[in-house]
């Protein structure tokens, strides 16, 4: 499902990602693995699994489509989050000798979606805490700022500031986040970029951007006409990383298993790395 990664991390990019919050890893998922995903997400468009969240469009235009842990539901989704060579570059990248599964999620902006993703931090969503906390984001179709790139501000994970979560659109069933006293209201970096050292990258099928829980990114609606922009990510976190009952966190990515400050492992964000532990799930 995946090429072949030894030495894919090198040294230079595990400075770039300590230093900038994120990197780009070209062709990180093969052909193969482009075409597994690919299939799984339109399982999941077909008969939703439990943690669906269409927002409604814009304009009555399009369709953008996501959902959460959809490793839980879909075998195939189970066997590249646990087996793919993810969780190896995440031990790279966090400098980890353990790592954890967090949960999983789809990004689906159909052609003329034009809802944008607002700018924000990912970790203030999530019941987690620790510095060792990251996405991979894996494009499954040609992405460009016309099809909603993701856009990163180099360097803010190292501002440490956690920014209060808000709701990305109207979603059935869900209003908004817990005010949280500890977090701040994010800056209008939209009309402020020149602020902002904002980088993106245009990526091809299994490119994959690589980057830090707090590292400020946002992105563009798909303003093509006839390109999907289809996106899966995997959160995974490693040794420093425990249980967080802080408020404001999405109430689907919570445990009900764990206490606050307990180590995450669990069949719920079960060890992935070393993968020999694993023997014998």
């Known amino acids: 499902m995946t090429s072949d990664h030894k030495g894919l991390i090198s040294r230079e990019q595990v400075k770039a990602f300590r230093k900038d919050g994120v990197i780009v890893v070209r062709q990180a998922v093969d052909r193969a693995g ?14 939703p699994g439990p943690f669906v969240h ?3 469009p814009q304009d ?8 959460l842990r959809t490793w839980e539901t879909d075998s195939a989704l189970r066997r590249f989050c646990f087996d793919s060579s993810l969780p190896a570059m995440t031990a ?6 353990r790592v954890n599964l967090l949960y999983d ?19 203030p969503y999530w019941a987690v805490r620790g510095w060792q906390v990251m996405s991979f984001w894996i494009a499954l179709d040609p992405v460009t700022l016309e099809s909603g790139a993701l856009e990163f501000i180099r360097g803010s994970h190292r501002w440490v500031r956690w920014f209060q979560p808000q709701a990305f659109g109207e979603t059935e069933g869900f209003d908004d986040y817990d005010n949280n006293p500890d977090y701040e209201l994010i800056p ?19 490119d994959v951007y690589a980057f830090h829980a707090l590292t400020v ?3 563009g609606g798909n303003l093509m006409e006839r390109v999907r922009r289809r996106g899966y990510a995997v959160r995974y976190t490693g040794d420093d990383a425990v249980y967080d009952t802080r408020p404001g966190t999405h109430p689907d990515l919570r445990s009900d298993h764990h206490i606050d400050g307990e180590r ?13 532990e694993r023997l014998g799930d």
């Open 217 to 219: 990114h946002g992105a």
């Open 188 to 206: 209008d970096i939209e009309n402020g970029r020149s602020d902002y050292d904002i980088v993106s990258w245009e990526l091809a099928p299994g």
């Open 54 to 56: 269409s927002y409604t």
């Open 92 to 97: 790279s990248l966090l400098e980890t000798d």
């Open 105 to 123: 999620q789809l990004f689906i902006k159909e052609p003329a979606t034009e809802n944008s993703t607002r700018w924000h931090n990912d970790q």
């Open 60 to 67: 009555g235009q399009g369709r953008f489509y996501g959902n």
């Open 264 to 276: 995450l492992d669990s069949d719920r964000f079960p060890l992935v790395w070393p993968q020999f």
């Open 34 to 47: 482009v075409i597994a995903l690919r299939d799984a997400i339109e399982r999941d468009i077909q008969q």
